[in-house]
């Protein structure tokens, strides 16, 4: 019997998940479903990453629209993008880490950043293959490698933090761009695709991840021998 890191950091890594091989995975809300990282909903950082999730609709909008010589589509992104940082730092604050959080604040980076991506591909700030390649390592991610995240058997990197870091940056940049200051575009599409490479980067790790795990699972081949 083995301990898998959890990669939360406000959990013991033996406290995620337990498997040995050839039999079922064991994740700790089967073992604890009574312990409060499984149970609490309504907390500040969830709430916090509820509204970063509702104010992706008047940003996306003022994005597309463009909003020429205005600061506020790039104000109000950069306040959308803070909100990414926020709630984590308030979980930990207030020791209100929750699984739910946990499951919600990847779904809101990778719901807005596809979104403000498409918004700027729409306002002619970005090429339309930016967010193909973004959108395909999404659908990929999630068909190979959500259910395991989904189960908390993987978590978020630091590979997937900094990515998520760059894309974050480069949106807000080349909105400034778009909208105020046509200087700031080349640094914005150079960090784009900085934040793309480690998005493909990132995709295939997880994937790669989950698919370890599997064969874990089920007893099969080397992985199965390194965690006897």
Excluded at 220 to 226: C, F, L, M, R, T
Aim: with cysteine; glycine share 10%; proline share 6%.
């Amino acid at each position: 019997m083995r301990a898998w890191p959890s990669g939360s950091p406000a959990r013991a890594p033996s406290e995620a998940l337990c498997y040995q091989v050839g039999m079922p995975l064991i994740s700790a809300r089967d073992r604890d479903p009574d312990d409060p990282f499984f149970t609490r909903v309504v907390t500040l950082p969830n709430l916090v990453t509820l509204a970063r999730l509702l104010l992706l609709v008047p940003v996306c909008w003022l994005v597309v629209v463009g909003a020429p010589g205005s600061w506020l589509p790039a104000v109000l992104l950069a306040v959308w993008a803070s909100t990414d940082w926020i709630d984590g730092m308030l979980a930990r604050a207030l020791h209100q880490e929750s699984r739910l959080g946990e499951l919600l604040d990847p779904i809101a980076d990778r719901v807005g950043i596809v979104g403000v991506t498409l918004a700027l591909a729409i306002g002619g700030a970005v090429d339309w293959w930016i967010l193909g390649v973004i959108a395909a390592v999404d659908v990929a991610t999630l068909a190979l490698a959500g259910p395991a995240a989904r189960d908390g058997s993987i978590h978020v990197s630091w590979t997937g933090k900094v990515r998520t870091a760059l894309l974050l940056t480069a949106i807000v940049v080349l909105l400034l761009g778009h909208t105020v200051l046509e200087w700031a575009t080349p640094a914005g599409l150079t960090l784009m695709l900085l934040g793309l490479g480690l998005h493909v980067v990132a995709g295939v790790d997880y994937i790669v991840q989950a698919r370890r795990l599997r064969r874990v699972q089920t007893g099969d081949g080397s992985d199965a021998e390194e965690a006897r």
